[in-house]
């Protein structure tokens, strides 16, 4: 809040004018007022003792070779299917095309295989089959 106040952004959408002048429709999730969910001054007082709520941790892992660095974003998440919720670890990739999950994630989450695909994976340098 205080960053917004002091950047005089919207209280809204975080854009440069006031809230008078917001042309957005976006409401706060918690209270449904006409401000960013992540400013609500509610959830600021909500005891504890309240349902817990999905959280995710976002890690950065780094890979050092002698001459680069690899910055891989992952975050560990609830995921659901209709059966059952569980953490995962979770790896990604704003590029990506299609997304893949572990056998054992797909057990833990009571999902049946959809098949069996070989793929190719190539980095700088070289070819590997998986």
């Given at each position: 809040?205080?960053?917004?106040?002091?950047?005089?952004?919207?209280?809204?959408?975080?854009?440069?004018?006031?809230?008078?002048?917001?042309?957005?429709?976006?409401?706060?999730?918690n209270?449904?007022?006409?401000?960013?969910?992540?400013?609500?001054?509610?959830?600021?007082?909500?005891?504890?003792?309240?349902?817990?709520?999905?959280?995710?941790?976002?890690?950065?892992?780094?890979?050092?070779?002698?001459?680069?660095?690899?910055?891989?974003?992952?975050?560990?998440?609830?995921?659901?299917?209709?059966?059952?919720?569980?953490?995962?670890?979770?790896?990604?990739?704003?590029?990506?095309?299609?997304?893949f999950?572990?056998?054992?994630?797909?057990?833990?989450?009571?999902?049946?295989?959809?098949?069996?695909?070989?793929?190719?994976?190539?980095?700088?340098?070289?070819?590997?089959?998986?």
């Amino acid at each position: 809040m205080n960053v917004v106040k002091q950047k005089q952004l919207c209280f809204n959408c975080f854009g440069k004018h006031r809230i008078t002048e917001c042309k957005s429709n976006g409401r706060c999730q918690n209270c449904h007022r006409k401000h960013h969910t992540s400013i609500c001054k509610e959830l600021q007082r909500k005891p504890e003792v309240e349902s817990p709520q999905p959280e995710a941790a976002v890690f950065f892992s780094s890979t050092k070779r002698s001459n680069a660095d690899v910055i891989l974003k992952t975050a560990i998440a609830p995921v659901s299917s209709s059966h059952t919720t569980t953490d995962a670890a979770i790896l990604v990739d704003e590029g990506e095309q299609r997304s893949f999950i572990t056998r054992k994630l797909a057990d833990d989450l009571q999902l049946e295989s959809d098949g069996i695909e070989t793929l190719s994976l190539t980095g700088f340098g070289g070819s590997t089959g998986v």
